[in-house]
């Protein structure tokens, strides 16, 4: 039973809350006052550039190191005074897959399961059971040594789920991989979430990742977080959306520009971009133009702003690629 979806997530509890965590490495202010909330069963993305402060938000929220001021709360216990519970709630997967490569896939679980103490036989269960979901039970037996840049992603995930987390971060979790791959882990991250009920706090550089996956979006620049709501009230805070209209002939385009004031006209594409805001009274606004002056459009299509369109907006800089590099699947 999903009891991720019967619950509206703005009155669930909170599996994760902040309030004005700050760090700084010497001089430099890594965070500089992160407040968050994140409720039970909803994923949540982080999305930043390049040293942003992304990995050092999920080194504090997951114990392994501490703000310098600020509270943080995992499950209802304090990251700092009672960090033996935060740890024993929850499951960290780094950007750099911790696997032994020199373990087989099998052996890298049923060490995990004597690290968790997990009985000789429960853990040969769990382990059974983990290759099975992740569609590694043939390559069991394996050196992971030998196994794909994806293969390996989905062991680190199945090996932190070894321990029945129910709180999970996943630092960049498939920076690397190809698109197949990509694919495959989203999959199983969601499938967390909407079988099990899990919290998943994720950090990407890929914004269709957040796009993709998450409830919620926070875009962290400069150690503070610019911008936080789903992808689509992210899309709408910033410009960039219209309605582009497509006439069979320039007698045409130009009747149409005199009734659209602020539109752009292309002559050469014989188009007409309205700027608006993606929505729908937007587009009956410009249908009620069209059907009561009696103008002729032969196509007309809605862009409304994309994740990249935000990022740049807010940040200021390109994003680094949406597709990662394929070759990197190979990496060992
Ligand atoms: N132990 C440390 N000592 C000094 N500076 C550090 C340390 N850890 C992180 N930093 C600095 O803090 C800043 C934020 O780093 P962090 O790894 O949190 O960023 P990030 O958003 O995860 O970036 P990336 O996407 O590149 O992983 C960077 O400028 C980094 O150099």
Redesign the pocket.
């Known amino acids: 039973m999903n009891t991720a979806t019967q619950v509206s997530p703005t009155t669930r509890a909170a599996a994760i809350s902040a309030s004005g965590l700050r760090k700084s490495?010497?001089d430099?202010v890594?965070l500089d006052g992160i407040d968050l909330r994140i409720p039970e069963g909803t994923i949540f993305a982080l999305l930043?550039p390049?040293?942003?402060?992304?990995?050092?938000?999920v080194e504090i929220l997951s114990t392994l190191i501490t703000a310098d001021s600020g509270q943080a709360r995992i499950a209802g216990h304090d990251v700092t005074s009672d960090a033996d519970s935060v740890r024993r709630r929850i499951g960290v997967t780094g950007?750099f897959a911790a696997v032994d490569g020199l373990l087989t896939a099998e052996e890298n679980l049923l060490l995990m399961a004597d690290l968790h103490h997990l009985s000789k036989r429960e853990g040969r269960r769990r382990a059974a059971e983990l290759l099975e979901r992740f569609e590694l039970t043939e390559a069991a037996r394996k050196n992971v040594a030998t196994f794909s840049g994806g293969m390996r992603r989905k062991l680190d995930l199945a090996m932190t789920l070894v321990g029945r987390p129910r709180i999970i971060f996943l630092d960049?979790p498939t920076t690397g991989l190809d698109p197949r791959s990509r694919r495959v882990m989203w999959e199983l991250i969601r499938n967390l979430v909407t079988d099990q009920g899990v919290t998943i706090f994720l950090?990407t550089?890929y914004l269709d990742e957040a796009d993709q996956l998450a409830d919620r979006i926070a875009v962290?620049d400069h150690g503070k977080l610019v911008a936080e709501g789903t992808a689509d009230e992210l899309k709408r805070t910033i410009p960039g959306g219209h309605v582009r209209l497509r006439f069979a002939d320039e007698a045409h385009l130009a009747t149409a520009a005199g009734f659209f004031g602020t539109a752009a006209r292309d002559d050469e594409s014989l188009t007409l971009r309205i700027p608006g805001d993606g929505t729908l009274a937007d587009l009956r606004a410009v249908l009620d133009v069209l059907d009561s002056t009696g103008i002729q459009a032969e196509s007309l299509t809605v862009h409304t702003p994309d994740l990249d369109d935000v990022f740049l907006t807010l940040t200021g800089r390109q994003n680094a690629p949406t597709h990662p590099n394929p070759q990197k699947e190979s990496a060992r």
């Open positions: 490495y010497g430099k890594v930043g390049n040293g942003a402060g992304k990995t050092t938000t950007q960049e950090t550089q962290l």
